[in-house]
């Protein structure tokens, strides 16, 4: 079966730096990767959608790299700030109806 | 507030009790989604609905698990004979139909079970 893992520790950034999040997946690559954000108590938020065909997708502080030769992909928050402290959770999808199968997040913290 | 909503937000339970959940999505939103999540852990899925129809449904969804979308509106989540290991966060999501859009997800705030 699919398995996805994410950093499995938490990452503490300091306030204005880049935070890289990982996400390694196995088996065969997903037609979508999506990245989710949850605070806690709450339903997850879409942040972004990557294709399997597109190598990198940026909204404005965020980006997502897509590399299905190494079954990876990257989630970048620049010039970080506390209020980006959440649970970050990476996404796989088959197909464009079909359900979504979420890694266990990773915990990210912004100090300032 | 047009976003998926979900009742009630919390729910203490007796074990063997039976308890029902609801999720409201968003309007003109087609599928629909059942997810647990266990602290920690990320959403998992447990079954899809398009309109009224339940296209998939997860192995982790035992016979006292079932869900019903009877007007491909709002839909129904019933736990029957609850176990302590039912306690969980219960999330519903939608996606509107056939666009560019269509594949992500809204979630709503969730329903948190306990199951004493």
């Known amino acids: 079966s699919q398995k996805i893992e994410q950093n499995s520790e938490a990452l503490n950034i300091q306030e204005g730096k880049t935070a890289t999040l990982t996400c390694n997946y196995t088996n065969y690559s997903p037609a979508y990767l999506q990245w989710y954000r949850q605070d806690p108590g709450r339903g997850p938020v879409f942040l972004l959608l990557?294709?399997?065909?597109?190598k990198e997708k940026r909204k404005e502080r965020l980006k997502v790299t897509f590399d299905t030769t190494l079954k990876q992909s990257l989630f970048h928050i620049t010039a970080s700030q506390p209020a980006d402290s959440a649970t970050y959770l990476c996404a796989l999808q088959y197909s464009s109806a079909s359900k979504i199968i979420f890694g266990s997040g990773t915990r990210l913290s912004i100090r300032p | 507030d047009t976003g998926v909503s979900q009742d009630p937000r919390h729910k203490i339970t007796k074990r063997g009790q039976n308890v029902t959940f609801r999720c409201d999505p968003i309007?003109?939103?087609?599928?629909l989604y059942w997810y647990r999540q266990t602290l920690g852990q990320g959403p998992e899925f447990l079954t899809y609905?398009?309109?009224?129809?339940?296209?998939?449904k997860s192995r982790l969804l035992s016979d006292r698990f079932s869900a019903e979308r009877p007007k491909g509106s709002f839909s129904t989540l019933e736990i029957q004979r609850t176990e302590q290991g039912d306690s969980a966060m219960y999330l519903c999501?939608?996606?509107?139909?056939?666009?560019?859009?269509?594949?992500?997800?809204?979630f709503g705030p969730g329903t948190r079970l306990t199951v004493t």
């Open positions: 609905f398009q309109n009224e129809a339940q296209l998939e």
């Open positions: 990557i294709r399997e065909n597109e």
């Open positions: 999501a939608s996606s509107p139909p056939g666009t560019a859009s269509s594949y992500e997800q809204y």
């Open positions: 309007s003109e939103h087609n599928r």
